[in-house]
């Protein structure tokens, strides 16, 4: 049966995985990682001296640390077994009507066009490790919305790049972010000016598509003063047969008064390794929305921060984890209270099934001198069979006393009476028991943009299928 | 590390194991024991795990090596006016067993218990004198190669408490024990074994407290809880100690079918405290309750790791932890759910509630929940808070000065808790207790 979203994602297809010939591309490092690839990659890229420097500082940060010894089994990745840069032949396209007919196809197959003439304002989407097709509608511009690619916006915008890049996390931040720094490629750079509200959210697709090929996306989002702007970020991944590592890190400047929401549906295929770090620093009466869902990959530890840095900032995070057969979804969250007044709060939803492994991982820190801070913290688990597990791992670290922070998790199976009660109304156990994992992560979905409401709950649905029995 | 060369030529050695064992004319199976401890000891490292259990308290200025295990006195000291204190009416115990410095200077029970077979005495004497009772379970529920204080209480312990009470016999009141040190720069190392036949019941209650002093004191201790089938154990451990001791324990009950156990642990005293209670429910059935309450102020630290197990389908488990903490107190909750594959039908509960009464403390809290079965209800929480303003201001409103008021907000925090306290004589000393805490606190 082909099911076909809104945005025109054949779901049949999608679900197996699918992927292009691997030999359109221009350039492809050897497997494995050392100063000569980071230079010759930095070299590739035109970038600035500094931009080197940093690269290769973080290859030796990348070289010292130790791989977590928390989290899941990440012992597993071979480093020397990863082609770390991959330049697709053509160079960026300006039109639809420019881009090479096979990325196309692959655009097709995920329906970026029709989405775009539908609901979008920009869209970035990453074909590899560049990103190679990017429109951005003119009323934006016009406003002095800058939205690039990555390496688009180091080379056009240098300065406002250098200013923040590897501020919020700096290479020492941990392993993964050291690698990142090393060895990035394509991401979005988003530029928000002052008082200016982004009224549709603004999109970026990535994919990867070469075996053994990591893919390290790097983001830089800043938001001026007073204004407003909601970055989607969907991941599709081609079914392969040996593991695939993607590693990206996300910086988020949020500034006085201003609002940024950040949405991710990941839906990587089920070999893939998902090691991301995710941050944002908020100042003054600003607000940080992270909407995380994590569906596939077969390893996830992400953990999307907010540093609150002056009183009044907000921070909300929302995360769903799905867990089938294999998978082990080690997501979280973490809310910094280093300001008085700031406010924050988490909603986990976790769901795990054949075997899967789920569930959340936070932190609440409230530093000395965060007074009048609240903190809530909800974390909801459904376990659909006794094969599978589910983990809360929360910690909170009080250091003031005028706070308020609470926690409540909870585990619990699908109710017998729910599923009765559904069946008694004629709807076969299939289906009753996706609508009630639907009406489980409801909270979560009804906040996503429309198209990727649907999009998660159509996921949820054949994730579910034969799930009884 | 553990291999540094004074672990072996202070004043700790196997030889030390081998004369203490000769002296206290122990069997040639405890010496075993002691010695497969010992080299547990010498071969296990500092800190115990590079994990997350030990990364909030540091022991690094602990000195193991300097630490003599506490020789017991030559003359019998008398019973010291703050272990009077801290057991409070001694009528309201079936049996009492008063242990200061490692010795005993008072040990009875009542007739009626004694002649329905009931055992309450020390660890050592019930080796020589129950060893059938005793051989079975030591050392099996707490073993010494788990990490290096357990290995050092298991190669020294001194000063232990057995308590055996057969099958079917029900004991209504409670049997205490307490324990003063009065020595300090020394290594006290008590031991404590529960066993009760199928159907028994039974509250032990023990009290540790020591006279202060500068030099650092350092007591490690185990407690094993071995209730039969249907049996219920309660347990309280109940701390005071100076403040230059510093305190590691593990209390950790082995519940099958059907039986029940309780833990009450209470942390008032102490420089710095870091203790594992854990109930493993092995036995369909199985039940425990978890209770905890700490009042920290100075500059305490208090680290309680708790341990749910449900390792067996329809078993029950409920934890509740309070502290309250002034000045620059701090305390940790680390407590893990961990529900086994195939333990259905499981209930598990956990709570952990701190309350900062100054600027400057601290509460890290850190519920934990693993779960690999799917048909169960768990349910774990955290909260943190203050004295709430608006609510004393209320009080005060209403005629009463700031300091009842407050400590009346006090005595409200902890009052869930201890309307789950069945000792009378236990609810007497925490009241007592929370005032001293409380006072001068504005």
Request: glycine share 8%; proline share 5%.
């Amino acid at each position: 049966m082909a099911v076909t979203n809104p945005l025109g994602i054949d779901l049949d297809q999608y679900k197996f995985g699918f992927h292009d010939p691997e030999d359109k591309y221009a350039f492809k490092s050897r497997k494995g990682l050392d100063r000569k690839i980071v230079e010759t990659m930095s070299h590739m890229k035109s970038e600035p001296d500094w931009m080197r420097a940093l690269r290769l500082h973080s290859l030796g940060v990348f070289e010292k640390k130790p791989n977590p010894t928390w989290g899941g089994d990440v012992g597993q990745i071979d480093f020397n077994d990863i082609y770390y840069y991959v330049k697709p032949a053509e160079n960026q396209g300006k039109t639809w009507d420019e881009v090479p007919a096979d990325i196309k196809k692959t655009f097709d197959r995920l329906g970026i066009p029709e989405a775009e003439k539908k609901y979008l304002a920009g869209v970035g989407a990453q074909y590899e490790s560049e990103v190679v097709y990017h429109s951005l509608r003119e009323e934006w511009t016009k406003q002095g919305v800058i939205f690039l690619d990555m390496d688009s916006g180091l080379r056009e915008h240098p300065d406002i790049v250098k200013e923040y890049f590897g501020t919020v996390i700096p290479p020492e931040d941990n392993k993964f972010s050291a690698l990142n720094s090393a060895v990035w490629s394509g991401g979005s750079f988003v530029y928000v000016p002052e008082g200016v509200h982004v009224t549709v959210p603004l999109q970026a697709y990535f994919r990867i598509n070469t075996q053994n090929m990591g893919q390290f996306e790097r983001t830089l989002i800043i938001a001026e003063r007073g204004s407003e702007v909601h970055y989607v970020e969907g991941c599709t991944a081609p079914t392969y047969t040996s593991d695939s590592l993607h590693s990206a890190v996300v910086e988020i400047i949020v500034k006085e008064g201003a609002r940024v929401r950040y949405t991710t549906i990941q839906n990587w295929s089920k070999n893939v390794y998902n090691l991301v770090t995710k941050r944002a620093v908020a100042y003054r009466d600003a607000t940080m929305e992270w909407v995380d869902g994590n569906l596939g990959s077969k390893l996830t530890m992400k953990y999307p921060s907010v540093y609150m840095l002056e009183p009044g900032a907000k921070a909300e995070i929302l995360s769903i984890a799905f867990a089938g057969e294999g998978q082990h979804q080690d997501p979280g969250g973490k809310v910094i209270h280093a300001a008085p007044h700031t406010q924050s709060s988490v909603v986990s939803k976790s769901i795990s099934k054949s075997g899967g492994r789920a569930g959340y991982r936070g932190l609440v820190k409230v530093y000395p001198g965060a007074h009048g801070s609240k903190c809530a913290v909800r974390c909801d688990a459904l376990i659909l069979d006794d094969k599978s597990r589910s983990d809360t791992y929360p910690t909170m670290e009080i250091d003031e006393t005028d706070v308020q922070v609470t926690h409540e998790a909870t585990v619990s199976k699908v109710s017998d009476e729910q599923l009765f009660y559904l069946m008694s109304r004629g709807i076969n156990q299939d289906e009753a028991m996706s609508l009630i994992v639907r009406g489980f992560i409801e909270p979560i979905s009804r906040e996503l943009p429309m198209e990727y409401s649907v999009e998660l709950n159509r996921l949820i649905a054949m994730e579910m299928e034969g799930s009884v029995g | 590390m553990s291999s540094n060369p004074s672990t072996v030529t202070s004043a700790l050695d196997r030889d030390l194991v081998v004369r203490r064992s000769a002296a206290a004319g122990e069997p040639d199976w405890l010496r075993e024991q002691r010695l497969a401890a010992w080299d547990a000891f010498v071969r296990l490292p500092l800190p115990p795990d590079a994990g997350d259990e030990w990364r909030r308290t540091d022991l690094k200025s602990l000195d193991l090596a300097s630490l003599r295990p506490l020789d017991p006195p030559a003359q019998k000291p008398e019973a010291p006016a703050g272990l009077v204190a801290l057991v409070g009416d001694p009528a309201a115990a079936a049996g009492l067993r008063l242990v200061v410095d490692g010795a005993a200077v008072q040990s009875r029970l009542t007739p009626e218990l004694a002649k329905a077979g009931v055992v309450f005495t020390s660890l050592e004497d019930a080796v020589r004198s129950h060893p059938d009772l005793v051989r079975p379970h030591l050392g099996s529920v707490v073993r010494a190669d788990e990490n290096k204080y357990r290995a050092l209480n298991a190669a020294f312990w001194g000063g232990g408490t057995f308590l055996y009470v057969p099958a079917g016999v029900e004991v209504d009141l409670q049997l205490v024990g307490g324990t003063w040190l009065t020595a300090e720069g020394v290594a006290l190392l008590p031991r404590t074994l529960v066993v009760a036949g199928d159907r028994a019941r039974v509250t032990l209650v023990e009290v540790f407290g020591s006279s202060g002093g500068t030099a650092r004191t350092f007591a490690d201790y185990a407690v094993e809880l071995v209730p039969g089938a249907g049996a219920q154990i309660r347990y309280v451990n109940l701390e005071d100690w100076g403040p230059n001791l510093w305190e590691v324990g593990i209390v950790r009950a082995l519940v099958g079918r059907d039986a029940t156990v309780n833990t009450l642990m209470i942390g008032f005293g102490a420089g710095l405290v870091k203790t594992n209670v854990e109930s493993r429910l092995l036995g369909e059935g199985a039940t425990s309750e978890m209770l905890g309450v700490l009042f920290g102020d100075g500059a305490q630290h208090f680290d309680y790791h708790t341990l749910q197990e449900h390792a067996a389908p329809s078993t029950t488990s409920d934890l509740l932890y309070k502290g309250a903490l002034k000045d620059k107190a701090r305390s940790i909750f680390s407590g893990l759910i961990r529900a086994d594959q195939g333990a259905q039908k499981t209930n598990a509960f956990q709570l952990n509630r701190n309350l900062i009464l100054s600027e400057g403390a601290r509460a890290d809290s850190m519920p934990k929940l693993e779960i690999l079965a799917n048909d169960l209800r768990c349910t774990h929480g955290a909260s943190t808070s203050r004295l709430n303003d608006e609510q004393i201001f209320y009080l005060m409103s209403r005629g009463l000065p700031r300091e009842i008021a407050v400590r009346m907000m006090v005595d409200g925090f902890f009052g869930e808790i201890f309307d789950r306290i069945p000792v009378e004589t236990v609810r007497g000393w925490l009241s007592g207790a929370i005032e001293r805490k409380m006072a001068g606190y504005v």
